[in-house]
């Protein structure tokens, strides 16, 4: 009897031993399954890291090139500079329908006006007589208007009778009525170079809408000499202008 109750206490033990070693077939597939489904979850957890770098590359792709053929279209300040006696020119022909017309007197003087009363203040050793009714230039300062606006070989031509907001005084100096600006607005369209460093030059008034009121083509041809007299620097002078 003591011998039996021994053998059952060590059949006991052994089955206690196996119970805690030892792993059942439902445990060790669940822990292959785990270990399977672990790489595939972890490789789509870093695609969808990733993803949004590999997007933002692309982007930077796109801005660059959005970038370089915005710079391809952008026209040298050169140019632009030029939009100032552009504009006069087209107010003329906006308020009197006159054409560009350098062998015209009127033409020539009511441009020359109208650059002076809108940009004149620009200009070195300008200013205001007391009432500032009038804006007081000096006689260089409006040859170089000449210049910019008629080119280098255009003589100026004694102010026509019929011309009076603007007159040359016992002074020496050019008296120009202080006008506001006519309701229009100037823009700067696009530039195109010729084999001789000229340009073929579009421009435009617009009102304050938007609607394109003139809209010309000028011929620009480079400057023999650059200064500061107008209050910044003109490279190129008008020689012709026409429809756009």
Same mark, same amino acid.
């Given at each position: ?17 196996? *119970? ?43 801005? =660059?090139?959005?970038? =370089? ?6 026209? #040298? ?7 100032? $006696?552009? !504009? ?11 054409? +560009?017309?350098?062998? #015209? ?11 002076? *009363?809108? /940009? ?13 009714? /009038? ?13 910019? %606006? /008629? @080119? =280098?070989?255009?003589?100026? $031509?004694?102010?026509? &009778? ?11 100096? /050019? +008296?120009?009525?202080? !006008?506001?600006?006519? &309701? *229009?607005?100037? =823009? ?6 010729? #084999? ?32 500061? %007299?107008? @209050?910044?620097? +003109? ?6 202008? @026409?429809?756009?």
């Amino acid at each position: 009897m003591k011998k039996k109750a021994i053998i059952l206490i060590m059949a006991l033990v052994l089955s206690l031993t196996g *119970c805690a070693s030892g792993k059942s077939p439902s445990d060790e597939s669940h822990a292959e399954s785990s270990a399977e489904t672990t790489p595939q979850t972890t490789a789509a957890v870093t695609e969808k890291l990733e993803k949004p770098a590999d997007d933002s590359v692309s982007d930077k792709s796109v801005s =660059e090139t959005s970038t =370089e053929q915005m710079q391809s279209t952008i026209v #040298d300040e050169t140019l632009t500079s030029m939009l100032k $006696p552009l !504009d006069s020119i087209m107010v003329v022909e906006f308020v009197t329908s006159y054409g +560009y017309n350098p062998a #015209d007197p009127v033409v020539y003087w009511t441009t020359m006006y109208y650059y002076l *009363c809108l /940009y004149g203040p620009r200009a070195s050793g300008t200013s205001y007589d007391k009432n500032e009714a /009038y804006l007081i230039v000096g006689a260089d300062v409006v040859r170089e208007v000449g210049r910019v %606006l /008629y @080119g =280098e070989t255009v003589a100026m $031509p004694p102010i026509p &009778d019929t011309i009076a907001r603007i007159s040359l005084h016992d002074d020496g100096n /050019y +008296y120009v009525k202080n !006008d506001p600006r006519p &309701d *229009c607005y100037p =823009e700067f369209v696009s530039a195109v170079k010729n #084999d001789d460093g000229s340009y073929e030059a579009i421009a435009q008034l617009t009102d304050v809408h938007g609607k394109i009121l003139i809209n010309h083509s000028f011929h620009l041809t480079p400057k023999s000499s650059v200064n500061n %007299l107008l @209050g910044q620097q +003109y490279y190129y002078t008008i020689s012709s202008a @026409g429809v756009g």
